[in-house]
């Protein structure tokens, strides 16, 4: 954790690089934020805002042009395996190896995070049970539905039971139920003390799940904070009304 | 690499080879085709070859003789020698052989007629001064065949003339030998079989170990990124030089299996083919020390070779790009080795430094069982540099997000900064 006790930290985050067709692009202009243990952050906003950019650096598959940023107390840049070591990561670009079975997946990623062999046996079966995954266990992963295969990241997501999950668009290609089942887990996940910084689409998953919201448009942070500092700030209700108001503020 | 690091490397590895396992397209590549296909064609080939052999020794050649081309009695002994159907043709044509000039051109055009329009496969003309002219098309097979029949059939009965004519004198015919001749050949059945391994298995060899190689080269790299997994492992908890060792290894692991057992179904495949030869005694026999060194010398070549395979596989965004991007360094691993096969090339302080080639001639030696000690190490020697080179080259490419995160081409213009620059995950 950091020094506040934040287990996210963001701080002038700049990503600049060289697209081939509009030159150089700014990702992120100055995003700042930090999420505590224990507590929802929801990411909003249109489509090339910068989300994924930013979970990307916090997962430290990318590193930043400027600014800084840490997990769980480890900087993203000069200790980046503590942080994959810290997080559970899910975005759409995370799929499962489709020749391991649902039980193979948690066992490899398990393994790799160096659960001990004494606790790994009953972990699988813990997440197995907890995710209906017992009838598929032993199934393998390309021959699932979406659904099922979303079950199956999500179990692989926590299996070292990290203090941070970073999430995009988890609901994503889920049925009501599933979606449904998504949220549960993350309420439960924030019950047992885990931050969560998690970006999406859907209105009403943001204003359902999220402790505090942060709009994000074109690189920068336009807002943070609680549904109602948000209310308040616009004098809108819903989270539907709040964003294009945001946008359009000078 | 540190005590994690290689536990994590193979169990990326485990991993990878799990999936291979389960993937029939890799399973074709390095199990059915090195296993299969072709001692099925080297097999194919010999049956192809006896087939050949016995249809032209079964079939009837048509010889058509111009004039005076054979006296009766020679004509008699062509007929008797036996798959032949020799005709007499009798008019302007062939009769102007002996004095040359105009019945030559005649003899010319009318053999010429009868070969274009298949009525004969050989035609004999009588030529100048008591010669015989044998007209034939050598891009005809049973013309060519004929011509063979023909030649044959003249010697033996030239052979024929003579034994009558030394014995009418009361003398032994092989008095007028200037020497007999009785053939020793030196070489045991076990080397002259080990000499021709060396001359067939190198190139197959490299081409097999390769060819396992290459499907699961393109699977761990550009097909990854179509599964839409290269993200999932980018962020796995482990060093990425981890991750390429893993999937290194696993690459390895396919294009040495597919060698060994191409090796072994080759070895089986030559007894087979080689045994039924019946001309020349040859054994089929390799020590399990020089079998031991062959697998040595596939597995340095393959270091550097799937290294090659995976930092160039890494710029294809899907496994079909992934192919057509490998296809030419696979053409390159073909006909380096078929080029480098000469008469008389062997390894030497020069040829054991260039990459393939030391390779190529490490393994005819082997084969052969003739290795000088000095160039053979230092072939050894230098593949093991080149794949520690390349391995930490296409580490370093593999090391860069971007090429794993490209959704549209990359340019390859930035080779060489994705190259010197890495930005490395971890």
Not at chain 1, 83 to 99: E, Q
Request: aromatic residues 6%.
């Amino acid at each position: 954790m950091s020094e506040d006790g934040a287990a996210i930290r963001v701080e002038g985050l700049v990503k600049v690089y060289a697209d081939p067709r509009r030159g150089e692009v700014r990702a992120l202009d100055g995003v700042s934020f930090a999420c505590a243990r224990g507590e929802v952050l929801g990411l909003l906003g249109p489509n090339g805002a910068g989300k994924t950019t930013t979970l990307r650096i916090l997962s430290t598959v990318l590193l930043p042009t400027e600014g800084a940023a840490s997990v769980a107390g480890h900087d993203c840049v000069e200790e980046p395996l503590a942080v994959r070591r810290s997080i559970g990561f899910l975005s759409a670009n995370t799929g499962l190896y489709p020749r391991l079975t649902a039980r193979e997946t948690l066992d490899f990623f398990g393994r790799l995070h160096h659960l001990p062999e004494d606790r790994l046996g009953p972990r699988i079966e813990t997440l197995l049970e907890a995710f209906d995954l017992r009838e598929i266990a032993d199934r393998r992963c390309e021959k699932l539905s979406t659904g099922q295969r979303q079950r199956v990241s999500l179990a692989r997501t926590v299996v070292h039971a990290p203090p941070v999950l970073i999430l995009d668009e988890p609901t994503t290609g889920l049925d009501i139920l599933g979606a449904s089942a998504a949220i549960l887990f993350l309420q439960s996940q924030r019950a047992e003390g885990c931050a969560i910084l998690f970006s999406t689409h859907v209105m009403a998953e943001a204003e359902k799940l999220c402790d505090r919201i942060g709009i994000l448009h074109r690189g920068r942070i336009l807002a943070i904070g609680t549904l109602e500092e948000l209310r308040t700030r616009t004098g809108r209700r819903y989270l539907e009304e709040i964003f294009p108001a945001l946008l359009s503020s000078p | 690499m540190r005590e994690g690091s290689a536990a994590d490397a193979l169990r990326i590895f485990r991993k990878e080879v799990v999936g291979a396992a389960r993937d029939r397209h890799t399973l074709l590549h390095t199990v059915a085709v090195p296993l299969l296909v072709y001692p099925l064609l080297f097999l194919g080939t010999a049956q192809w070859m006896v087939y050949r052999k016995g249809v032209e020794e079964n079939a009837t050649y048509r010889v058509l003789l111009l004039g005076d081309a054979l006296p009766p009695p020679l004509g008699e002994k062509l007929v008797r020698a036996g798959g032949l159907g020799v005709e007499r043709e009798t008019g302007e044509a062939g009769k102007g052989g002996g004095g040359g000039g105009g019945g030559g051109e005649a003899d010319l055009e009318r053999a010429r007629a009868s070969l274009l329009r298949g009525e004969a496969d050989v035609v004999l003309a009588p030529g100048e001064s008591g010669t015989l002219r044998l007209y034939f098309d050598s891009g005809g097979e049973r013309s060519e065949s004929g011509r063979r029949r023909v030649e044959r059939a003249l010697e033996g009965a030239g052979e024929e003339a003579r034994r009558d004519a030394a014995a009418d004198r009361g003398f032994d015919p092989t008095e007028l030998e200037v020497a007999s001749v009785r053939r020793e050949d030196l070489a045991s059945p076990e080397e002259a079989g080990r000499r021709v391994l060396g001359a067939l298995l190198p190139v197959l060899l490299l081409v097999m170990s390769v060819t396992g190689a290459f499907g699961l080269a393109v699977d761990v790299t550009a097909g990854e990124k179509e599964r839409r997994t290269a993200e999932t492992t980018l962020l796995l908890p482990v060093p990425s030089r981890a991750v390429f060792a893993g999937k290194f290894l696993a690459v390895l692991a396919a294009g040495g299996l597919a060698s060994a057992l191409n090796l072994a179904s080759m070895l089986l495949a030559s007894r087979a083919f080689l045994g039924g030869l019946g001309e020349r005694s040859l054994a089929v026999h390799v020590p399990p020390a020089s079998l031991a060194l062959v697998l040595l010398v596939c597995l340095l070549f393959l270091a550097s070779a799937v290294s090659l395979l995976l930092g160039v596989a890494l710029f294809a965004r899907t496994f079909r790009e992934g192919q057509s991007y490998l296809t030419p360094l696979l053409t390159l691993f073909i006909l380096v080795p078929m080029l480098a096969f000469q008469p008389g090339a062997r390894l030497t302080g020069a040829t054991a430094l260039v990459p393939i080639v030391n390779a190529t001639f490490a393994l005819r030696e082997t084969l052969e069982g003739s290795i000088s000690p000095g160039p053979f190490l230092l072939a050894l020697a230098a593949m093991a540099v080149y794949g520690a080179l390349a391995f930490a080259l296409a580490a370093r490419l593999h090391a860069r997000a971007e090429l794993h995160l490209a959704e549209e081409a990359l340019p390859l213009r930035r080779f060489g900064a994705w190259l010197r620059r890495p930005e490395a995950v971890a």
